[in-house]
Every structure is written in C-alpha cells, then in structure tokens.
C-alpha cells in the first residue's frame, strides 16, 4: 500500500487491517494472520512444499482482489492471457 497508493506505513497498516477485518495488533500476530491469509486464498508467508494455497500468482490475485489494489505482474499476466 506504500508503493502502490502512497499512503504512510501507519495508514497502510490501517488499510490492510481494515480491508482483511483485523485489528493492526492481529495484522502482527503470525498464528492469526496465518489464519486469516489461508481463509481468503492469499498464500503463506512461509512455504509449504506442495501446498496447493502457495501458487504465488493465484495468491497475488487475490491480493489484489481483497485489497482493491493493481499489482504490476497479475496486470501483466493479465494482459498476456488476454483477460483484460
């Protein structure tokens, strides 16, 4: 969110824990958020050899879907499936 919509870190942190209905505390704590980014399809900040919910570019899909964002390689990809 500090690159993609200039916000300062404090507002980011707001946004992303508004966005995914957590508290900024939750937002740091790694068993809720492990939780939570496996609820939504967003991938692990940890790899699991053969996880399916790993798939790095379906995890930045969804990102970008529950963020509201653009993500330069999911529109790039995007663009070369001819999905846009």
Known sequence: MQLAEKMKIDE????????LG???DELH???TMTDKRTDLGLGLSH?????EENNGMAAKFRIAEVL???INSVEKFKERAGLK
């Open 12 to 19: 980011a942190k707001a946004y992303v824990a508004e966005k």
């Open 29 to 31: 704590d790694i068993v």
């Open 47 to 51: 790899v699991e050899p053969c996880a």
């Open 68 to 70: 509201g964002i653009k």
């Open 22 to 24: 957590v508290t900024i």
